[in-house]
Structures are given as structure tokens and as C-alpha cells.
């Protein structure tokens, strides 16, 4: 059996004293695209937030290849391989965009993503390399948030509403991208309202509810009328 | 593996372009034939007018590096002024012993920005505020050790750092050491914003939390950047004691604290050196006030509220302006 890349067993996260996740179980195997879907409120970002540590965990583990992290920080889960395109894409403006994909190799992991490949992967952001963030559209603001989650070669991208403020023919772009980069190894988990982006890329998934999982499955198996019924359930 | 040199190297440092060389050669040539030139008195001025502008520079690196505003600067420059009475007063050799001085500096305001590390905007500004006045009634009180409220005199030694010690309290040879401390202080930051360090400290600035997330530990950096203002003022501090020659608890008031981060505002922060005109500007508006009336606090703070509401991002938001009209460029270029 393989063993997950990311798992998460019983995991209780907090707001100060609210009660967001309640025992969440939620795995991610090497290489699988996994969505985690679920109305507005029910927890998704919260599981971002858990590994970011900004929502702190008492009670349940998480575990990376197999490995209990001991402790979640801030800047841990760069280090473990999981990279985080955040809602909203967080790119620092005043900065070019090279620089802010440089930004993204903090830790310099060994891997294939470098910034030639980071620029063939978006011509666009090679061609603008040295204009400063605040001058990108909407679409490029997400691409260089993804170059920039790459540049660190991570294992596991998480994407939290990727195609938020997108215009549909952006969002079939990313979807496609974000297909070719599966298959080059990074999983991905992501956490989308998006049901078309979510039923296109990914193979299983996770239907929140109440900061519990309420079920999960293989996408093969749901179409969108049945998922949107389990969401809303 | 990724190649992490930033895109910017020293050779795209604004200090190292031509139009940053000639600016850096009018300023030495300015100091030149000032101190052949200036009486005394013109002198003294400029020489204290450096002097405060390196507590300034000091104050506005924070606010540029960290987007920290501190009320509590006049801490590190007393602990440096102090520091150099204290060494010369128990015979510990002087270049070392101003080392160590800015060494501790360094190292005391590090561990507090491991401390507070967390703490930004006002909760910051009043830490950094308590602190000050901490230090300010610690050297009051100290008598044993500071002479308290009576202050201390600075024997300077016959020779430091290579030059007479005479050259230290002379207001052309304090000039010209303050006006090159300084000058070598801002080509310096100049350079580290070009760093890819630099360049990560700007990140922080924008989005901490984002910059975290990617893997960098910001509280080191952050807690780096105040250490080494601190120590900037530091510097200021000890170049005061060796000017002035004696040190006492008025220059640790929050008061001072206050005036230096007016300078940074004045000046603004959309260039290295705005604290620097900023305090220049301080400085003589405030003599020539102070001559003009004894009510000259009033018209200062009338001044300086018309300016700040006028020109927000100070003078070096106005040069920017002043620029682009020169240069016929639109306005809203001009900050870029």
C-alpha cells in the first residue's frame, strides 16, 4: 500500500475558543489531485490554516510520508515540501515579479523547478519579469502564484479557491495547467468552489460540513448534479 | 535547483548609477569648501546637523525596512553615547571599546525584536516607548555609575581610530567624520536594498505572514533590522559623546525620540536618504525659528503639519515631483 504523502488523522483546529475542524481525515497520496469541497463556513481554508499554524490544532496528528510533524509553524510546511497558493494570491506588489518567484526557492529544495522552467510553464510572466506585481491581471497574479509555490519544488501544492475573481476561459487554462503539473509529480489538494474545476481535475473528494468530513469518494463516480447534492446536504 | 540571486545586484543600486555618484561627489565637495569656508559656528551646526541626521537615518531605515515606527531611538543613541563616557572613563582601549558598545547595542535590541517580534504598528511604537523611558529613568537614576541628572563628561583619548582625539571636538574635523559616517551609512543601506536579503526585508514589509509561509523565518529578520538601526543610532549617539563631550539623561528623553522620527516623516521614506534631509531640514528650520522667536515650537509644529499635509510622502515624495516635472515626465510616474 502506498503510503500518503500527507495525512490527516482526527484533527481538531480552533479559532481561539471555536471549534472549526472536528476530527477531520483527510489523505493525499504522491501525486494524486484530491478536492476538498463544502459550503462557505464549513472549514476548508481551516485545513490550510491548521498546517499554516495560523488555526491552531489540539487534538488529532498530522503526518508527511508516514512522519508525525511534531510541531506546525509558519514557515514549517515550506520545508516539508507543501507549498500553498493562497486565497486571494497573496504576491507582494511592490516587488517584480522575479523577484517574487526568487522569494518562492526559500528553502532551495533539490528538484526540477527552476526559474527558466517557471517562465517556459508562463511565457507571459517571463516576458514582464521585471514589472512589479501590482501591474498584473487578475489571471497573472495567480500564475505567478503558482510559479512562485513551484520554485520551491515542492511535493504537495495546495490551492485555496484558485479560480476566485477568475473569468471562465483563465480558469480552463489553469485547469489544464494544473493537470500537466500532476503529472509531473506535485499533488495537489484543492480547496474549490469551482464544481467545473473540481469535477475537470481532480480523481477524489472531500465534502466538508460543519468542520467535519461528511463524505468522500472518487470523482469518477459523482457527476455535478450528485455533488452539488452532497454539498448541500 | 533554483538559482536564488535576486535580480537586482549592487550595479543596480540607485547609489551606484551616475546621477547616485554625482550627488555623492557634490555632497563631499559641499562639505570641502564648507569647512574651509564656514565660520565656527556654521560649522558646529552642520557637524551637530550630521550628527542627528545619522539618528535619523536610523529611525526612517526602520520605518522603510520593517514598516516599524519607533518612539524609543533615543534609547540605542544614549546607550551609545553613554557607553563611550563610561569606557573612556575606565580606561578600556577606545576602538574596542566603542565596538563592544555597538556590539551590545546590536545584541540587546536583537533579543528585543525576538521578543516582540509579533508586535507591529502601535502596540510596537508603545513597547518601543516604554522602553526608552526605561533607559531614560535607568541613567537618571544610576547615579553610581551615570552621575544621574548631572551627567558625565567624555574625556576623549590623544588619538582614536587613527586621528587625533582633538579631531573628534572640532567642529570641521566632527563635520567631516559625521558627513563621512554618513555618507558611508546610506551607500550601505543603499547596497542592502539591493540584496537578496534586502529584497526579502521589502517582502516582509508588504506581507509577512506570506513571506513566512514560503519557508523564511521573518522574525530573525525582522528582529536583524531593528538591531541594526539600532545600532545605526548607536553610532549617532557615540559621535555625539566624542562631539559634545559630555552626555546626559535629556538626550534618552522620548522627546528626542519624538524629533528623530519627525525628521524620518519630513524627509519620507520613498528614498534612502529622506531621514537625512528630513533632519537637515528639522534641524536648520528649528535654529533659525529658535532665533526669530521664543515661541518657535508653535510655528515649527504649524510648519510642519502645512508640509505634511501638503507633501505626505515629505521631501523626498516632493524631489520626486520636482523631477519629473524636470525631466517633463507625468506626475504619476514620477514614483516610479
Not at chain 1, 31 to 42: D, H, I, L, Q, S
Not at chain 2, 77 to 101: K, N, Q, S
Not at chain 2, 189 to 208: D, P, Q, S, W
Not at chain 2, 224 to 230: E, I, K, N, P, Q
Amino acid at each position: 500500500m502506498t503510503t500518503p504523502l500527507l495525512e490527516l488523522k482526527g484533527v481538531n483546529a480552533f479559532y481561539g475558543s471555536a471549534h472549526v475542524l472536528q476530527g477531520v481525515d483527510l489523505t493525499v497520496l504522491p501525486g494524486e489531485r484530491v478536492a476538498v469541497v463544502g459550503r462557505n463556513g464549513v472549514g476548508k481554508t481551516t485545513i490550510v490554516n491548521t498546517l499554516l499554524a495560523i488555526a491552531a490544532m489540539r487534538g488529532g496528528s498530522v503526518h508527511m510520508r508516514g512522519e508525525p510533524l511534531p510541531k506546525l509553524a509558519g514557515h514549517t510546511a515550506a520545508a516539508h515540501g507543501i507549498a500553498v497558493v493562497p486565497q486571494g494570491r497573496m504576491i507582494l506588489p511592490n516587488l517584480s515579479i522575479e523577484e517574487n518567484l526568487k522569494l518562492g526557492a526559500a528553502l532551495r529544495r533539490p528538484g526540477e523547478w527552476t526559474l527558466d522552467r517557471v517562465y517556459s510553464l508562463f511565457p507571459i510572466l517571463a516576458e514582464r519579469r521585471h514589472t512589479p506585481g501590482t501591474a498584473l491581471s487578475g489571471g497573472q497574479q495567480q500564475m505567478l502564484a503558482i510559479g512562485r509555490a513551484l520554485m520551491g519544488n515542492p511535493d504537495l501544492m495546495i490551492l485555496d479557491e484558485p479560480s476566485e475573481g477568475l473569468a471562465p476561459v483563465i480558469v480552463d487554462e489553469m485547469e489544464k495547467l494544473l493537470r500537466d503539473l500532476a503529472e509531473t509529480g506535485v499533488a495537489i489538494l484543492l480547496i474549490e468552489q469551482h464544481l467545473r474545476l473540481v469535477l475537470d481535475l481532480a480523481e477524489r473528494f472531500y465534502v466538508l460540513s460543519k468542520g467535519r468530513v461528511a463524505e468522500t469518494g472518487l470523482m469518477k463516480d459523482v457527476d455535478r448534479e450528485s455533488l452539488q447534492a452532497r454539498i448541500m446536504h | 535547483m533554483a538559482n536564488p540571486s535576486m535580480t537586482h545586484s549592487f550595479r543596480d543600486s540607485p547609489v551606484l548609477r551616475p546621477s547616485g555618484l554625482i550627488v555623492l561627489a557634490l555632497v563631499a565637495a559641499l562639505v570641502a569648501i564648507m569647512t574651509m569656508t564656514g565660520s565656527r559656528i556654521t560649522l558646529s551646526l552642520f557637524a551637530q546637523a550630521a550628527i542627528i541626521s545619522i539618528m535619523a537615518l536610523s529611525v526612517g531605515f526602520l520605518a522603510r525596512t520593517a514598516d516599524l515606527i519607533s518612539f524609543g531611538h533615543a534609547a540605542p543613541f544614549g546607550l551609545g553615547a553613554y557607553g563611550t563616557a563610561l569606557i573612556f572613563r575606565h580606561g578600556i582601549p577606545a576602538e574596542l571599546g566603542i565596538l563592544l558598545v555597538l556590539l551590545a547595542v546590536f545584541a540587546l535590541f536583537f533579543v528585543m525584536g525576538l521578543v516582540v517580534g509579533k508586535l507591529n504598528g502601535i502596540a510596537f511604537s508603545m513597547l518601543t516607548l516604554a522602553l526608552g523611558q526605561f533607559f531614560f529613568v535607568a541613567v537618571s537614576k544610576l547615579r553610581a555609575i551615570t552621575s544621574g541628572a548631572d551627567g558625565m563628561n567624555v574625556s576623549v583619548p590623544s588619538s582614536l581610530f587613527g586621528l587625533p582625539g582633538r579631531t573628534f571636538q572640532t567642529p570641521d574635523g566632527m563635520l567631516v567624520i559625521a558627513s563621512v559616517v554618513l555618507a558611508a551609512l546610506v551607500i550601505a543601506i543603499y547596497l542592502f536594498e539591493a540584496t537578496r536579503t534586502g529584497r526579502l526585508a521589502m517582502g516582509v514589509r508588504e506581507n509577512e505572514e506570506r513571506v513566512l509561509f514560503l519557508g523564511y523565518r521573518t522574525k530573525l529578520l525582522k528582529a536583524a533590522v531593528l538591531a541594526t538601526s539600532a545600532t545605526i543610532a548607536g553610532v549617532s549617539g557615540v559621535l555625539f559623546a566624542l562631539y559634545q563631550g559630555f552626555v546626559s539623561p535629556e538626550i534618552m528623553h522620548w522627546s528626542f525620540s519624538g524629533n528623530a522620527l519627525i525628521m524620518a516623516i519630513l524627509g519620507g521614506s520613498l528614498a534612502v536618504w529622506g531621514p537625512v534631509a528630513g533632519a537637515l531640514v528639522f534641524f536648520f528650520l528649528r535654529e533659525w525659528l529658535s532665533d526669530l522667536t521664543e515661541h518657535w515650537h508653535s510655528v515649527l509644529g504649524a510648519i510642519l503639519i502645512a508640509v505634511t499635509v501638503a507633501w505626505p510622502g515629505g521631501v523626498t515624495a516632493l524631489a520626486k515631483v520636482v523631477r519629473a516635472r524636470l525631466t517633463g515626465r507625468k506626475q504619476g510616474e514620477a514614483g516610479k
